[in-house]
């Protein structure tokens, strides 16, 4: 009888081992399969805002900087952005959406709805090596970005101003192996995001070299950026590379040079320049950086952005220093700025033309 009980009592302890393990698996599974599934979703952002001031100048919004983003005067607004993103072994998306005066200028081509609208593409990694993207992109062209929590420094140089923002149409990267990768692109005109209203293109093209401690990209963009026959062929190279030479020292650098055909007998227009950004982590929580910059312009490649003599040439020097200081998922950005141009181009409190502004900006990035 005794014996009977316990096979009975074992029996019944192995069914409910075997039930309870087939309970766990199932669970395990099911709790496996639902995390997989919403870690393919992501969503992150940030929010930033500013305060900005001259020295020597007035402070009325018409002295500034003729670079993008951080040009208004007192406390003013950045942006809030929003990232939504969908990644799947084979395709994915992003959605990234802007809000507020630097989200606006960054989509300054686009009306309508589509304002909002900073990135919004699909992809097709069609093998391990080869990647296809479509729709609107941020440019791969430079060293800065849209977003400033992708820069160390928060106001922009005039490199990335004049440099294109996005780009609409469909790109090819490949990765040739372990350091070399490759991209081919064509494209509308540039900036022109939510349609083509020309009938032309532009084709772009990267080579990049990555290592341990740093990257290289060779960056290159040709076609017309208008109307056929009114506007000439332009041709931007642009290289953009940066290198951790110590755990504490980094060395970025940007140079580029841009050229526009003229349809009748003049030169050919443009611009060219070049950045070098040392950063300094003294602690964990604090990095020092400089941003110097020589841009200048030729035959009138560009107005109103530093002041031209009568060829139409002109140049800026400009030096940025500024202190990045993390306080969890908030970055405060202090910097002092100074701006020289070749010729008369700001103007001082008594609305007398000078070639220097000096400005202070305090940057506050919230990311998440």
């Known amino acids: 009888m005794f014996i009977m009980k316990t096979k009975t009592v074992t029996k019944l302890f192995k069914k409910v081992c075997l039930l309870s393990l087939a309970l766990v698996s199932f669970t395990t599974i099911a709790q496996e399969e639902e995390k997989k599934w919403f870690d393919n979703f992501s969503v992150n952002g940030s929010v930033d805002g500013y305060f900005r001031y001259n020295f020597g100048a007035q402070n009325d919004n018409s002295t500034a900087p003729a670079t993008s983003f951080a040009n208004q005067s007192g406390f003013a607004l950045g942006m809030a952005n929003l990232i939504l993103g969908y990644e799947g072994e084979k395709v994915g998306f992003v959605a990234d959406l802007v809000f507020g005066p630097r989200g606006e200028d960054a989509v300054f081509l686009s009306d309508g709805s589509s304002q909002i609208v900073n990135q919004l593409y699909a992809y097709w990694n069609v093998t391990e090596k080869f990647k ?35 780009h609409t149409g469909l790109k090819a990267d490949f990765a040739i192996n372990d350091s070399w990768s490759a991209m081919v692109a064509i494209m509308n005109p540039t900036d022109y995001t939510e349609n083509n209203p020309f009938d032309t293109y532009i084709f772009g093209a990267q080579v990049g070299y990555a290592a341990d401690n740093g990257s290289a990209y060779l960056n290159f963009r040709y076609g017309n950026e208008g109307e056929p026959g009114l506007v000439g062929p332009t041709f931007q190279v642009d290289l953009t590379t940066g290198w951790d030479l110590s755990e504490k020292f980094y060395l970025g650098v940007n140079t580029t040079y841009l050229t526009t055909e003229d349809q009748g007998d003049a030169d050919a227009s443009g611009f060219y320049g070049v950045a070098l950004y040392p950063q300094f982590k003294t602690t964990e929580k604090f990095t020092l950086g400089l941003r110097g910059e020589y841009f200048s312009v030729f035959n009138g490649g560009l107005v109103d952005v530093v002041g031209l003599d ?43 033309a000078t070639k220097s502004l000096s400005s202070f900006v305090l940057g506050a990035i919230y990311k998440f």
């Open 132 to 166: 296809l993207t479509f729709g609107n992109f941020n440019t791969f062209l430079g060293y800065e970005v849209i977003s400033p929590t992708g820069n160390f420094n928060y106001s922009t140089s005039y490199m990335f101003s004049y440099g294109p923002f996005s």
């Open 310 to 352: 009568a060829e139409g040439d002109g140049s800026v020097i400009a030096a940025t220093l500024t202190g990045s200081y993390d306080i969890g998922d908030l970055t405060l950005k202090p910097e002092l700025r100074l701006d020289s141009t070749s010729e008369d181009f700001f103007s001082d409190n008594d609305g007398e």
